[in-house]
């Protein structure tokens, strides 16, 4: 049989909302397969390891927002495909539809979802002295033409055939980073990753995951320009670190429910459906 992994990049901070999102996986996705939590060395990770979690631990001085490269290391050799996922996104579908339907694609790609805008915008966005740093775009530009008129993929989910991906695939992404950091200044993985990996990034369908606003029902509708059909079911759905399912939200002055508010497919609030999933961890995730 196939061995498939969900990954997932979790600090002290975010212990509880790696709890909440394994019980996630495992009810509301119905996932059978292993887990893998990447984190720092000086985490206090040993209770979730003791529940069957694989943990890949990183040197304390290279924990920073550039450690999702570590995703591409040979330690994830020991799986025939990887899922890595941000903790911000919900599962509201079975997991395995995923694996079943990116599998028999090309296994040398990352498959993706794409935000609006070209990569060089999104560049510029997230660099806001981008006008000092004029030479520095000219020679990205030369260096990685795509980017005038790509769209930048969004690193919250990243699924990939592990043995396929170059060795010195995470040293290659740090050296980009490096050298590119004066117009990187928030030390985003994403960006290098969209420099680096662009030949190998594919678009996943929306039957495997979109940005939350996109399930809204008042959204579900054929759009040509957005590449929906009109009936597709995303598994997952990322809500971004400003909607994230753990954040308590409300019905709004106006009567409207405030941005990820409820998850419409599971009928459920987010956030109580998070306070949910993290308070049955024990019982989805006895101690061996």
């Known amino acids: ?29 119905q996932w059978g397969g292993d887990y893998c939590m990447i984190s720092p060395e000086n985490c206090n990770n ?10 890949l631990r990183v040197p304390t001085d290279e924990w920073n927002f550039l450690v999702k490269f570590h995703a591409f290391t040979p330690y994830f050799h020991q799986w025939d495909k990887a899922l890595c996922l941000d903790l911000d996104m919900l599962v509201q579908d079975n997991l395995q539809r995923v694996f079943d339907e990116l599998s028999p694609k090309d296994s040398e790609c990352i498959y993706g979802v794409q935000e ?3 990569t060089l915008g999104a560049l510029k966005r997230w660099d806001t002295e981008h006008e000092q740093h004029e ?8 260096q990685y033409p795509f980017i005038r008129e790509s769209q930048m993929f969004n690193a919250a989910f990243l699924f990939y055939t592990p043995g396929n991906i170059p060795t010195t695939t995470k040293d290659e992404l740090f050296a980009v980073h490096e050298k590119y950091k004066e117009v990187n200044p928030s030390n985003a993985d994403q960006m290098i990753i969209n420099l680096h990996l662009f030949d190998r990034l594919r678009l996943a369908s929306k039957n495997c ?3 939350f606003g996109g399930d809204y029902p008042e959204n579900r509708v054929v759009s040509e320009t957005r590449g929906w059909d009109g009936t597709e079911v995303p598994v997952i759905l990322h809500y971004t670190r400003w909607h994230a399912p753990w954040i308590v939200k409300c019905i709004c002055d106006d009567g409207n429910e405030m941005g990820g508010y409820r998850n419409h497919r599971l009928g459920r609030l987010c956030h109580e459906l998070y306070a949910e999933n993290l308070a049955a961890f024990d019982t989805e995730f006895p101690l061996r």
């Open 116 to 118: 609006d805008g070209d």
């Open 1 to 29: 049989m196939p061995k498939h992994v969900i990954s997932f990049v979790a600090d002290d901070g975010y212990l509880d909302h790696a709890r909440s999102f394994l019980v996630n996986c495992k009810r509301q996705g």
């Open 209 to 211: 995951t979109c940005f």
């Open 135 to 142: 030479e520095t775009y000219k020679e990205l530009e030369a």
């Open 46 to 55: 040993q209770d979730i390891e003791q529940r069957g979690i694989f943990i």
